[in-house]
């Protein structure tokens, strides 16, 4: 689904973030990046939706080249969670969700019918939560819109940057339940980066452990456990 293929990643100044990496990620697989900070993970989920461009190597989704592909085709493709809650506050929950959709042309009924089974999938009720502002929810309830917004157009890929490192332990612990039990619904090809040997081993089919840019480990976390 996902192939690096030595993938490398220097800025300006010379520092290789990500240094020729290779790994293969599977469809519907839950893959995690992990790593101390400034090892390379979120230039590394960056890339996969060209929001960052490689210095060397190949990225290919699907067989096909990254590069090969027109910018929106890739991107909308791909859903994208950030660590910020990242919703537009002027606009409704509705409105956030219906982003993507809407440049996809969807009908507004369509889109209408969208919303509620997205609410309903991370248990808030669409008649009180649809027509809310993002700043009358809280941390928590608006990640969980953050996580359902990346999925309105049903896209293959979820890139997921540290998405709930910002929230209280108790509402951290709650979301992580809810993409367990998301996932075996959705079976979505998710990478996601943090920085929380206890959240990878939660969440992961596979965890890739980062150090410098490089690879230190790959596997899963049986595996990553047993040969620490
Ligand atoms: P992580 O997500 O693991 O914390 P990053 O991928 O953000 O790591 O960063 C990897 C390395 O690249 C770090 O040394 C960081 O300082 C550097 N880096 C990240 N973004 C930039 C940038 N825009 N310009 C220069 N260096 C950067
Ligand atoms: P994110 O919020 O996606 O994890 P980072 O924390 O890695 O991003 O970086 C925040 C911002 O600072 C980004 O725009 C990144 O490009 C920039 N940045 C990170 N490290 C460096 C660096 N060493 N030199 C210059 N810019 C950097």
């Excluded at 980066?193 to 490089?214: F, N, P, S, W, Y």
Aim: net charge neutral.
């Amino acid at each position: 689904m996902i192939t690096f293929n030595h993938v490398t990643k220097s800025y300006s100044q010379g520092t290789k973030a990500v240094d020729s990496i290779s790994f293969e990620i599977k469809k519907g697989e839950f893959f995690v990046l992990i790593g101390p900070s400034g090892c390379g993970k979120t230039t590394s989920l960056k890339m996969i939706n060209r929001l960052i461009p490689l210095s060397d190597g190949t990225i290919y989704i699907n067989g096909k080249r990254i590069s090969d592909y027109e910018v929106n085709e890739l991107r909308w493709n791909i859903g994208y969670v950030l660590q910020q809650i990242a919703l537009f506050p002027h606009m409704t929950i509705e409105e956030n969700i219906a982003v993507v959709p809407e440049m996809k042309g969807w009908s507004a009924e369509k889109i209408k019918t969208r919303v509620t089974e997205l609410l309903e999938m991370v248990g808030l009720d669409p008649d009180t939560y649809r027509n809310r502002k993002p700043s009358q929810l809280s941390g928590g309830e608006q990640q969980r819109v953050g996580v359902i917004r990346a999925l309105a157009a049903d896209p293959d890929i979820i890139l997921m940057d540290e998405p709930f490192s910002a929230l209280d332990p108790i509402s951290r612990e709650k979301l992580q339940d809810d993409i367990i039990h998301l996932q075996k619904t959705i079976r979505k090809t998710i990478v996601f980066v943090t920085h929380d040997m206890q959240e990878a081993i939660k969440l992961a089919d596979r965890i890739c452990l980062m150090k410098d840019g490089k690879i230190v480990q790959l596997g899963t976390p049986e595996e990553i456990m047993n040969h620490p």
